[in-house]
């Protein structure tokens, strides 16, 4: 099992930075990718940055909405990944939840921490 704890969440306004932190606990030696995922009311969960160890090299991808703003890294000694956001918009208003791929197709989620970019 492994869980998921977000913070770095808030307001904000148009123009302005915020960093997300999620920290991995358990059976964290399974996890080989990490992302950061968003959603609104009345919309599907979007995948907004995801970083892999499947080819050794952390390789990210980004939603097209947010390439060149937000960058995403991970920190495997503290077990944690990371989510700089930059020149915010309001329609990057959303709850923002990390994610986690682990062995045998498990998947884990956080509890969501709240963005609210005003304009």
């Known amino acids: 099992q492994v869980q998921l704890v977000e913070s770095g969440g808030g307001s904000v306004q148009q123009g302005g930075s915020l960093r997300l932190s999620c920290a991995a606990f358990g059976s964290i030696y399974s996890i080989y990718a990490m992302g950061w995922y968003r959603q609104v009311p009345g919309k599907q969960r979007e995948l907004v940055a995801g970083i892999s160890d499947l080819t050794g090299d952390g390789r990210t991808n980004y939603a097209d909405s947010v390439k060149g703003r937000f960058t995403i890294s991970r920190d495997k000694v503290k077990n944690s990944v990371y989510l700089q956001m930059n020149s915010l918009q309001p329609e990057d208003t959303a709850v923002y939840y990390c994610?986690?791929?682990?062995?045998?197709?498990?998947?884990?989620w956080g509890q969501g921490t709240q963005v609210t970019v005003s304009s």
């Open positions: 994610h986690a791929l682990a062995g045998l197709g498990s998947d884990y």
